[in-house]
């Protein structure tokens, strides 16, 4: 592998079932757990909770790319390591925008009020409903967004 | 002695046998292929959050220094008492000695542990219908708590060995999030001290030829990244030939796409001897990771057994396919004998008549 360009950083994106994203890119914006960050080149080595968010990885040479190598894709809970010259994303399940199904995510943020309505006092199950609820949020504002990008 | 009529019926039907075994070979075949993308292609996140829980525990105190508390249930050490045993099997029959297999090596961890209370979770259809004939369904009940929700308690153990739940269909299409339930609900009763440890057995796919049946422990966690092989079944050298003989008629290469370089890059993943800073406080990092990290087991080693499952098929096709030609070829020469004779009969009578005129 030749690093001819010094400050890009290597981003890879992988989920239990493929690898979705891999390749070069000038920064990262990441959903952490606790809110979003930015990572350059050369940022200190980094381990990280995900969250439920948008991903979005700017200045990439992809051949997809659109708005100027732009490329956003929404993931639901994983972890991150960021190293000086290289972000790796383990995502638990990871969906390009296009891919997003908006009424599947309306139920389930249905779903989500639901159970947060009879989790009652039980700290678990209100934990498990907030997560369902955070994540269907963040399915329906990407998916959303997409659907105005186009 | 049959008749030329009835061999020729025979062979006919044996023929559409044949028939039958061919195309089960070749959809077999397929289906492997895209089994085998999925295995590897679930492997980097593997391999990944192996390295990166086994960095973590490196670097992090597993008892908090202050208030001497572990970071993690999953990592408390119990005498095993009652044991979780999953065991994935193949949801369809037809593959040779596949299920038998895994089926065999179940009963025999279970013979292996008489003293112990053995929750059994069966994962493949075949299993279940066999592990369910042999030990009984446990018993739940519906109760409503305190807070008015209602919830299963586990009635009274019958018997030693207990079957806790099955997953039908789970295989078919291996979705993960239906797999991330069931690792929940491992670690759940783990960390309320259900079960004091939790075993699976399933088909290790390596590649065409080298699969073995493996014993995992998957709780507790003494040592992490490398599997924790409790036993393991190597297939001898004779069915290593009959495989890789099966793979090359169905034009299957051998030995899987070469992923050693992603592989090394995925184990280095999370190990860069630096400092990290870390974003949680490490027990909340933990307890991302640890369920987590149980799900990959879980999927990788039902991706793996899914391969297994279409290799051992076709293998048992394969083979059925040659028996029904060997079969052919002997009846066929066998009728070809039986018209020789009545044909050599017919003239010995036509000449011995002609004699006697």
Known sequence: MAEATTDRLRVRLVTPERTLFEAEASAVELPSKSGYMEVLYGHAPLMAELGAGDVTIHGTEAAENEAGGVVRLNVSWGFVEVLPNRVTILASDALKPEEIDLPRAEQQLERGLNLLKQAGESVEASDEAQRVIFEAEAKIASGSGAAKAH | ?357
């Open chain 2, 1 to 357: 002695m049959a008749n030329v009529l009835d061999l020729r019926r025979r062979i006919r039907s044996v023929k559409n046998t044949r028939q039958i075994t061919k195309a089960m070979k070749m959809v077999s075949a397929a289906k492997l292929r895209r089994a085998q993308e999925r295995a590897l292609a679930a492997r980097p996140y593997a391999r990944m959050i192996a390295s990166v829980l086994e960095s973590l525990r490196r670097r992090v105190d597993l008892y908090d220094e202050r208030t001497g508390e572990l970071a993690h249930p999953l990592f408390l050490t119990r005498p095993e008492k009652r044991i979780l045993l999953v065991v994935v099997s193949g949801d369809k029959g037809f593959a040779g000695a596949f299920n038998a297999n895994v089926l065999k090596m179940a009963h025999q961890f279970i013979e292996g542990n008489p003293e112990k209370e053995i929750d059994i979770e069966a994962v493949g259809r075949k299993g279940r219908d066999q592990l369910r004939r042999r030990f009984p369904v446990a018993a739940y009940t519906e109760q409503v708590d305190e807070q008015g929700q209602k919830r299963p308690v586990r009635g009274a153990r019958q018997a030693k060995v207990e079957l806790t739940g099955d997953h039908p269909g789970l295989l078919a299409r291996l979705d993960p999030k239906r797999v991330e339930g069931l690792a929940r609900g491992i670690v759940a009763r783990y960390a309320h001290e259900e079960i004091d440890a939790a075993y699976i057995v399933y088909n290790e796919f390596k590649s065409v030829i080298s699969q073995r049946l493996v014993v995992e422990r998957l709780l507790p966690l003494i040592e992490l990244g490398a599997p924790q092989i409790a036993g393991a079944v190597e297939p001898s050298a004779e069915e290593k030939e009959r495989r890789a003989e099966a793979a090359l008629s169905a034009g299957i290469a051998l030995e899987a796409a070469d992923t050693t370089e992603a592989e090394e890059e995925a184990k280095k993943f999370g190990t860069a001897g630096v400092d990290y800073l870390y974003d949680q406080p490490a027990a909340e990092l933990f307890a991302g990771l640890l369920p987590q990290y149980i799900f990959s087991v879980l999927f990788h080693a039902m991706t793996e057994s899914v391969a297994a499952e279409h290799a051992a098929r076709m293998t048992a096709m394969d083979s059925a396919t040659n028996n029904a030609s060997e079969m052919i070829d002997d009846l066929t020469l066998h009728m070809n004998r039986v018209r020789q004779a009545a044909i050599t009969k017919e003239i010995i009578e036509i000449v011995s008549g002609a004699a006697a005129l």
